[in-house]
């Protein structure tokens, strides 16, 4: 049983496409799954747009009028899914629906497969930023993973018994949380190469908003660090 998840925030002029995809590469395609729309309190008419086509595709819908939160809403469309794996990834038709295949086909070589971005076209100062977040993970936790914050995931079921259940910490980076946790469990984590192709800046999380974004990072990263040495 696959849960597919996928996220999206103020998404009216291409979440239809989206699932419309989705729906044709991957969800046709596997036996037994389940596809779970998690709407985050969008004021552009999105929800709308899902339930518009929502019979058609035999979706499930879930979040809030109002705004959760990227974190919130990850562990709350993780809660309601019933798959023995999960698989999450951010909308706003960033990612390659072609590209579930690649970490399904390693499902069974880690509980935790990250999609590792490749060929990006969003700004440099993100891609920057990026790479400062995975050196820094590297480094403080010592946990070695190239692309820590992915927005496209696989899970098995061991990482949602054994990390989503614990109190997680992070509001922003909860991928990364994720990843550390999981490495600390003595899970196993694996990375394939998947392609990027943001079009615009961020909605879930604007450029402007990244210095107050990175304190908060830093805060939480102290009280995980803490908590993994007890």
Same mark, same amino acid.
């Given at each position: 049983?696959?849960? =597919?998840?996928?996220?999206?925030? #103020?998404?009216? *002029?291409?979440?239809?496409?989206?699932? %419309?995809?989705?729906?044709?590469?991957?969800?046709?395609?596997?036996?037994?799954?389940?596809?779970?729309?998690?709407?985050?309190?969008?004021?552009?008419?999105?929800?709308? &747009?899902?339930?518009? @086509?929502?019979?058609?595709?035999?979706?499930?819908?879930? *979040?809030?009028?109002?705004?959760?939160?990227?974190?919130? %809403? @990850?562990? #709350?469309?993780?809660?309601?899914? /019933?798959?023995?794996?999960?698989?999450?990834?951010? *909308?706003?038709?960033?990612?390659?629906?072609?590209?579930?295949?690649?970490?399904?086909?390693?499902?069974?070589?880690?509980?935790?497969?990250?999609?590792?971005?490749?060929?990006?076209?969003?700004?440099?100062?993100?891609?920057?930023?990026?790479?400062?977040? #995975?050196?820094?993970?590297?480094?403080?936790?010592?946990?070695?993973?190239?692309?820590?914050?992915?927005?496209? &995931?696989?899970?098995?079921?061991?990482?949602?018994?054994?990390?989503?259940?614990? /109190?997680?910490?992070?509001?922003?980076?909860?991928?990364?949380?994720?990843?550390?946790?999981?490495?600390?469990? *003595?899970?196993?984590?694996?990375?394939?190469?998947?392609?990027? &192709?943001?079009?615009?800046?961020?909605?879930?999380?604007?450029?402007? #908003?990244?210095?107050? %974004? =990175?304190?908060?990072?830093?805060?939480?990263?102290?009280?995980?660090?803490?908590?993994? &040495?007890?």
């Amino acid at each position: 049983m696959i849960s =597919v998840i996928l996220l999206a925030h #103020n998404e009216a *002029g291409s979440i239809q496409q989206e699932i %419309a995809a989705f729906n044709d590469v991957v969800i046709r395609h596997l036996p037994r799954h389940e596809l779970i729309i998690a709407e985050d309190g969008s004021s552009d008419g999105t929800r709308a &747009r899902i339930e518009g @086509v929502r019979e058609r595709y035999g979706l499930t819908i879930v *979040g809030a009028v109002e705004r959760l939160g990227y974190a919130r %809403a @990850v562990r #709350n469309a993780v809660a309601q899914a /019933s798959g023995d794996f999960i698989f999450i990834c951010d *909308g706003g038709e960033k990612h390659d629906p072609a590209d579930f295949w690649k970490l399904y086909d390693r499902r069974h070589d880690a509980d935790l497969i990250a999609g590792r971005r490749t060929e990006r076209s969003d700004q440099r100062s993100r891609i920057y930023l990026t790479s400062a977040l #995975n050196l820094f993970v590297r480094l403080f936790f010592g946990v070695d993973m190239r692309d820590a914050d992915s927005g496209i &995931r696989l899970y098995n079921r061991r990482v949602v018994d054994q990390v989503f259940a614990s /109190s997680l910490l992070f509001r922003g980076f909860i991928s990364t949380e994720i990843a550390v946790r999981a490495s600390k469990c *003595g899970l196993r984590c694996l990375e394939v190469p998947v392609s990027y &192709r943001r079009g615009r800046t961020s909605r879930g999380l604007p450029l402007r #908003n990244m210095p107050r %974004a =990175v304190m908060r990072l830093l805060a939480d990263s102290w009280t995980l660090k803490r908590e993994l &040495r007890t």
